[in-house]
C-alpha cells in the first residue's frame, strides 16, 4: 500500500508555524504509524535526538529532510533554531532514538521553548514501552483501577535509590522503570532483596525486537530468574506491582468518615474520595462511597 494512495491522510490538519512531536518505533519499524510516515514526509525539517541513529529510519521510508541535531546537552540551543524555523512559517518534527519523545528521552525542554514562544506542538503519538508493557502485563500487575507510577530510569545514586524503593514498597500504584543492561542485575536483585517476597513483578527486554521477552514472578523468585536468564542484553523495563494492603490495616469505616468529615467543609466529594484513594489506598468507588456519606452527614447537620 503506497502512502500517496491513502486520501485520508491527504485530509489532515497540517498547520505551517508548529512542531509535530513524533513517536517512532521502539524496536520493530512496523511500528510507525500511517500518521507520522505522512507528517515526517510533508515537514520541512527533522530535529532528531541523533541524526545518524535516525538516518536508517528516514531513509527505510524514502524520507530526505533537512535534519538538525537536538538532544540533551545542546537542547536549549537547538530549539531556539526550531523557533525560528517555525517563525518563518515552517513545519517542523522532533524524533527521539525511539518511542514517543519526551518520555525520558530529550523533547521537553524543546516543547517548553517552543510554546513559550508563542508557536504550536502537536502530539503524533505511537510506540510506547511503557503502554506495550501495561498492556501485557494483566490484571495482577495492573488492577482494573488501571493506577501507575512511571519512574522513568532508574537512577544511578545510592540515596537515590533508596528513597525511590521505600516508595514502591509502600505506594498502592503500580510503578513502572527503564533499566539498562549494564545495571539491570544490581538493580533487580535489590528488588528482590527489598521487596516482600510475594511482591509482582513483571520483567521486559527488548520489547518489538526478535528477542522480546516478557516475564512475570514474584519478587522471591528474581535470583532465580537471573540464574537461569541467558541474556541480560538489551533495554528492560520493570513493573513492579502495587502493595496490597492487608484486611488487619484497611481502617476502620468509623475512621474513614472521620477524614472525609474533616475534609468535607473545604472539598467537594470527588476531591475527597481522591485524597482518601491516594492517602489510604481505598479504591476510587470506596472513597467516594465514603465521601458521599460524609457530605449527606453534614447536610443533616
Known amino acids: 500500500m503506497e502512502l500517496s494512495s491513502l486520501d485520508f491522510l491527504k485530509q489532515q490538519d497540517l498547520p505551517t508555524g508548529a512542531l509535530y512531536m513524533v513517536a517512532t518505533p521502539i524496536g520493530n519499524m512496523g511500528d510507525i504509524t500511517l500518521r507520522a510516515l505522512h507528517v515526517l514526509h510533508s515537514v520541512d525539517g527533522i530535529a532528531c535526538e541523533d541524526t545518524r541513529h535516525s ?15 537536538l538532544h540533551e546537552h545542546n537542547e536549549v540551543a537547538g530549539a531556539q533554531t526550531v523557533i525560528q524555523r517555525l517563525s518563518q512559517n515552517e513545519r517542523w518534527a522532533y524524533i527521539s532514538d525511539a518511542g ?45 483501577e488501571g493506577r501507575f507510577q512511571f519512574l522513568g530510569f532508574w537512577p544511578n545514586k545510592a540515596k537515590e535509590r533508596g528513597a525511590l524503593i521505600q516508595d514502591i514498597r509502600s505506594n498502592s500504584k503500580t510503578s513502572i522503570l527503564f533499566e539498562s543492561p549494564h545495571q539491570i542485575r544490581d538493580t533487580l536483585v535489590m528488588l528482590s532483596k527489598e521487596l516482600e517476597p510475594e511482591r509482582q513483578v513483571l520483567i521486559g527486554r527488548e520489547l518489538t525486537k526478535k528477542f522480546e521477552q516478557l516475564v512475570t514472578l514474584t519478587a522471591a523468585n528474581i535470583p532465580d530468574w537471573l540464574e537461569k536468564a541467558e541474556s541480560l542484553k538489551g533495554e528492560f523495563i520493570i513493573l513492579v506491582a502495587g502493595r496490597q494492603a492487608n484486611a488487619d490495616e484497611a481502617p476502620e469505616h468509623s475512621a474513614l468518615l472521620l477524614w472525609a468529615n474533616a475534609l468535607s467543609p473545604y472539598l467537594g466529594s470527588k476531591e475527597i474520595a481522591a485524597v482518601l484513594a491516594q492517602t489510604l489506598g481505598l479504591t476510587k468507588k470506596e472513597a467516594y462511597q465514603v465521601a458521599l456519606e460524609a457530605k449527606a452527614q453534614n447536610n443533616e447537620e
Request: with cysteine.
Open 55 to 69: 538516518a536508517p529510519l528516514l531513509q527505510h521510508f524514502g524520507i530526505h529532510k533537512k535534519c538538525l541535531a
Open 100 to 144: 514517543t519523545p519526551g518520555v525520558s528521552d530529550p523533547g521537553a525542554r524543546l516543547v517548553h521553548a517552543v510554546q513559550k514562544a508563542g508557536f504550536r506542538v502537536i502530539p503524533i503519538p505511537g510506540a510506547s514501552a511503557v503502554l506495550s508493557a501495561i498492556s501485557a502485563s494483566g490484571s495482577v500487575m495492573l488492577p482494573s
